[in-house]
């Protein structure tokens, strides 16, 4: 079992001394809950995209790391950029030749 960083063992603690109350969400909340959820796993289309080998390893290592499949994260990031959520930041034509691995990884940032 991984260790508890010290928000989760507030959480635990609340927990175990009975401080935490259990609450149901509103009619309202729960048709926008549902809402959202079926947005979310609506999939009505599907695409073929090529990646490089070292590309699709290193999202599919990420994928693992949030405990998720990696076609799931895809769609996720791609979700959040055609929401405006995650943006590319404007750069130079200098700095984008320099063309490292780990420079385009941090290229895209989440705001």
Known sequence: MKKLDAFEKDILAAYE????KSTSPSKAELAKFK???TA???KEKRINIRLTTPDLMDIQARALEEGMPYQTLIASV???FVAGRLVEPPSSLASRSSGTRQKRRTDLTEP
């Open 40 to 42: 979310t796993f609506l």
């Open 78 to 80: 791609l979700h959040k």
């Open 17 to 20: 001394k009975g401080e935490l």
């Open 35 to 37: 809402a959202a959820a």
